[in-house]
């Protein structure tokens, strides 16, 4: 298969596989420089790259005109055209966010632990960069510089691949990320954006376990499952956040009401909103009228079990066993009355998708029971899940909540981009 | 496909999936159990296994008997034949062993980097097992014992698949395991010993997604590289130890003879002894001598380069391309001489296996660039790769070492067996 790579420099037609091996080979060679290059260098080709993109406002902008006329014109979804969209203040959010990272400590060559042991030796860890970073998203141009910014600070070369709807937006900005690196001394192919909408470049991208090291896709679930299925690399991924709190017999009814209202009806289209309202029956007595009035009043439709419906079946429908591990991502929740603790946590690591999940609860002792057995990458006690944030957890930024329990877990932000290795410190010392 | 399942309480034929599902269901029930058990309760077993394993020596001897029997008739190897052997020293060492991981602190449970954020929250880590662990290994029976005494310290439940060679072995220490958990009131399925022979059963195994988190394959490198290609479920793995002794121009010629021979010399078959030695240049003519005298009179073949050779083309033969990247797990020792260190840096991470390599010098600057440059799992300055060990690094014992980038890197411990949770601590707290 064949396809025309257009770019200012060149315009040449190449192999797909040709193409992406190269830009893997390019990225392994740049990540090699990159893996060491000092943190003055890295914060000036972040810094380059803001003033670059502040420069070529205008040129982003009508790039971004051509993106959104195809979109319009090929019938894109209003959401979908609002995402795509690349306005003053979104420029000004990507300028911010590499001026963020700047400022965020550099986590590459931290040593830690490090403690002599009885043969002498001196043993630690010294955090490394991952290496070449590949990175699918769909239609957010802004996500090319979240992603690069990310990978740069964090020493891995990364390849991007975003949405077709947005190649030339992309483009646009990936002309500035080059021009910083370059004007920074650092290889131009430390960051590297895929320059076709050819799909068969992902399926090729996936299977380049020899110069790629890990995949972060980002955007919704048919995607991510896609990635994680077709993809013989390592991927760093969640699918759903089907988040839970539990209100506790013994929780305090204004934190229970002022925690599950949160919880729910801050953002609706967000992971770390909550699916579904656990209440303990010895206290739905006493909460329920209350959270039904207050999420009816914020016209969220209810569904619930037998028991939940029976406390206003005009406001509550019944839900059916799908509810319980469905992500509305939308105003609609569904609300179980459990016995007791035991019968929560069950529930939450039975139906849950390990995100996050909260308990509300004046008690100790079960405070500490359910930060322990519940299997998810955040549990809280009384803390609204809508704080599962990478911001909010003093990680600088996300790059994305892993679900998986292997690396990374929960948000995932520079730290989750690198490694460890050990040093050993000797003075000729030698294994007896 | 079926398959005759014998023990002593039960002997049917099964189909295969069917006995791998159930043991896979059967660990994933017991890892809810297992998960946040206390320490004490998982010291008491592992204590228990060890008294059930004392007062059982005879029965694991006479089963071990007759493995050694059918062994020698189907002619294996006395190498072989050496590691299915379990003498009463090594039932002893078993014993030492699980004493030694009781004395381990508990990993499970830990909190760290509890610290309050601006909002009032209070956002820490909180170490948890991974779940349920599939480790494959080879001959030696005694693997068995480290490896559910590991998992079961981290709070993970094990399913556990050894050599055929060494069923009976396998099956009779199982039995203790089995008993050591009875009474200590955990699950029996904490850990699980596969009790079939059929191939079959691995390729099953590395199909359970649903019920194994996470795979360990101890043996040679075709065991290795067959899990590596055919699991869908991720593998921790080392495939091989290339390791290097570097010695700079501004080495301690002392440090660098000691260090040069017990990295290659201490024990030959282990993957943390170097098989290339890499000299600079200026130095060469100082060293070489002693190096290649104290090498043939330890009888370690040598080959090297041309500059290498000319010292001495009596004791060193030419090397090959292969010799750069062949471990030889034998008295055999390729030497390079390079310009410099750079020279030395790019041949190590480009013939090396990501495993252990060490810098001899007394140069600062050289010292922190080597450490920071080389991208293996442990990097080392003025210490001998003999020390590249999960006890030497004080991680109590290891099951493997790492030599991949995601999750566990280096001797994997009881730490590598665990991964952290976020956890999120409030009074009440939403997100504004």
Same mark, same amino acid.
């Given at each position: 298969m064949s396809i025309a790579i257009k770019n200012d420099f060149e315009s040449h037609t190449v192999d797909i596989k040709q193409y992406m091996a190269q830009l893997g080979q390019r990225a392994r060679q740049a990540a090699d420089v990159l893996s060491y290059a000092n943190p003055e260098i890295k914060n000036a080709a972040l810094l380059n790259i803001a003033s670059a993109i502040d420069k070529h406002r205008g040129r982003i902008r009508s790039e971004n005109g051509v993106d959104m006329q195809a979109g319009k014109s090929a019938g894109l979804e209003e959401a979908m055209l609002d995402r795509l969209l690349l306005s003053e203040v979104r420029i000004d959010a990507m300028i911010d966010g590499l001026k963020q990272i700047v400022s965020l400590a550099d986590p590459v060559g931290e040593i830690s632990e490090l403690a002599y042991r009885p043969s002498g030796i001196q043993v630690g860890k010294m955090r490394v960069p991952l290496g070449v970073i590949g990175i699918i998203y769909e239609s957010r141009p802004n996500v090319t510089i979240d992603a690069a910014g990310l990978c740069l600070k964090s020493g891995n070369a990364s390849i991007l691949r975003g949405g077709k709807e947005a190649i030339h937006s992309n483009q646009a900005i990936y002309r500035c990320v080059q021009q910083g690196l370059k004007q920074a001394g650092?290889?131009? %192919?430390?960051v590297q954006v895929i320059n076709t909408v050819d799909r068969e470049a992902v399926a090729e991208m996936l299977k380049m376990n020899e110069t790629i090291d890990v995949i972060i896709p980002r955007g919704g679930k048919s995607l991510i499952e896609r990635v994680a299925s077709e993809s013989t690399i390592p991927v760093i991924k969640h699918? @759903?956040?089907?988040c839970h709190v539990y209100i506790d017999d013994r929780a305090d009814h204004r934190k229970a009401l002022d925690i599950a209202l949160n919880a729910k009806t801050r953002r609706y289209g967000v992971c770390n909103a909550i699916e579904t309202l656990l209440v303990a029956d010895q206290i739905a007595q006493a909460v329920m009228p209350d959270l039904i009035k207050a999420f009816t009043d914020k016209q969220v439709e209810l569904r619930g079990c037998p028991r939940a419906c029976r406390f206003d079946p005009a406001a509550i429908a019944a839900a059916d066993d799908e509810d319980w591990e469905t992500e509305y991502l939308a105003p609609i929740l569904s609300i179980k009355i459990v016995d007791d603790m035991e019968q929560a946590i069950v529930h939450i690591n039975q139906h849950g998708s390990n995100h996050t999940d909260s308990i509300v609860t004046e008690d100790y002792t079960r405070a500490r029971e359910f930060l322990r057995r519940v299997d998810s990458s955040s549990v809280m006690v009384n803390?609204?899940?809508? %704080?599962? @944030?990478g911001f909010e957890y003093g990680l600088g930024a996300e790059i994305g909540i892993s679900t998986d329990k292997l690396h990374a877990r929960g948000p995932v932000g520079l730290m989750g981009l690198t490694s460890q290795k050990y040093i050993v410190l000797g003075d000729g010392h030698i294994r007896h």
């Open positions: 650092l290889p131009e %192919f430390c699918l @759903d956040g089907i803390a609204s899940t809508a %704080f599962a @944030d």
